[in-house]
């Protein structure tokens, strides 16, 4: 029921950890079911040169944690202010239906990270 991108980012993911003095953090909780994630930005001349992530969750939660961190490096603050849940899910070649919302912590904690960064950096 998993496609091969999400069970190689589930078993393998990537960027996992925490960044010391990171220029941004965000934390969403899913109110379905409980799980959590955590991102963490290093942001330079407006550009996301690192994220890490921590995810309480579920598989799906972590594969999407995974791919969004992929997705946010090297992009500029705007340009990852406008990546969605359904891109991050469609990078992956799509989810379970029954999983779709897992998909909400990833692209949520990378806008809320951004945001934080924004209110430490205006
Ligand atoms: Fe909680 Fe997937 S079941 S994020």
Redesign the pocket.
């Known amino acids: 029921m998993y496609t091969d991108k999400v069970m190689d980012h589930f078993s393998n993911p990537r960027n996992v950890g925490e960044i010391d003095n990171a220029d941004g953090v965000g934390e969403v909780g ?1 109110a ?4 959590i994630m955590k991102i963490f930005l290093k942001v330079e001349d407006n550009i996301i040169k690192d994220v890490k992530f921590k995810t309480f ?5 972590i594969a999407t944690s995974s791919m969004v961190t992929e997705m946010a490096i090297g992009k500029t603050i705007d340009e990852a202010l406008i990546l969605t849940n359904e891109a991050v899910a469609e990078a992956l070649d799509g989810l379970p239906p029954a ?1 779709m ?2 998909s909400n ?1 990833a692209a949520d904690a990378l806008h809320e990270a951004i945001k934080d960064y924004k209110e430490q950096h205006s």
């Open positions: 899913n379905s079911c409980g799980d969750g579920c598989g799906a939660a999983k919302h897992c912590l």
